[in-house]
């Protein structure tokens, strides 16, 4: 995933919300939204490569979501999947025990009911305390104004502010294709030759591309909905998933 905004305890109704688009190469396979087989309480797509996910949720209690971090190359072979991650701290895994610097360029936010985390590995490794608040993340460090990051959160602050109950603005926003005339374009190239220097929410190429726009909604009583819509290489819709669940009061 290559945006997204998240609102985590900022908002009377809701405890969680987040939307965001998985950037990705067209021919990378992957499975749509779903509870996952060998474990119903975990929900989330997943990358059919290496088998793991970049944004899902537990009923547990839990949510992770993964980005690449750009600027320090492509992934080194033989280092462990970034999607694996986001799988094992989703079935619990301790974040506090995870070896950050043993996988390729990530930025991570984990969180539960009572403690939000962000996690990244370059140029060194962090681990850091969210408060409660409005967050940005795309490809560089949290909350870097990037004109996308910045549009993306004034969406979400806008639905927030507004009626706060329709998720469709929240998707029209993660459509948006034009570039905003706010923010900090990136200092770093990407590090994916077919995307964009200054890319916007929603990147439209046939190699590599927006892939699928996801929204998660989870109120104060723990009653949540996961929404994924998924993208051709033409950028047209193909494919609409949507999960409720519940997580622990």
Known sequence: MCV?????????????????????????????????????????????????????????????????????GGP????????????????????????VADYNPVNLITLDKSR??????RPQPLRTDLSPGLY???NG????????????????????????ENPVP?????????LPDIGLEPAIPSDVPQEPDHS????????YGTRCSSVVMIDRGGRGLFIERRFDAFGHLAGESSVDFLWPA
């Open 4 to 72: 997204l905004a998240l609102a985590w305890q900022a908002h009377p109704r809701w405890q969680l919300v987040v939307a965001g688009n998985r950037d990705e190469y067209h021919d990378r396979p992957a499975a749509p939204l779903a509870r996952w087989q060998q474990d119903p309480r975990l929900i989330a797509g997943r990358d059919l490569q290496s088998g793991g996910t970049w944004l899902g949720v537990s009923e547990e209690g839990r949510f992770v979501v993964v980005t690449n971090l750009r600027g320090h």
């Open 76 to 99: 080194e072979a033989g280092r462990p999947s970034r999607g694996a991650l986001v799988t094992d701290l989703l079935a619990g895994a301790d974040p506090e025990g995870i070896a």
């Open 116 to 121: 939000a985390r962000f996690l990244s590995n």
């Open 136 to 138: 940005g993340l795309s």
């Open 141 to 164: 460090t949290l909350d870097e104004p990037w004109p996308k990051t910045l549009r993306l959160k004034s969406v979400l602050l806008d639905w927030l502010m507004g009626s706060a």
């Open 170 to 178: 929240l998707f029209e926003g993660l459509r948006e294709e034009g």
């Open 200 to 207: 916007p929410i929603f990147i439209r190429n046939a190699v």
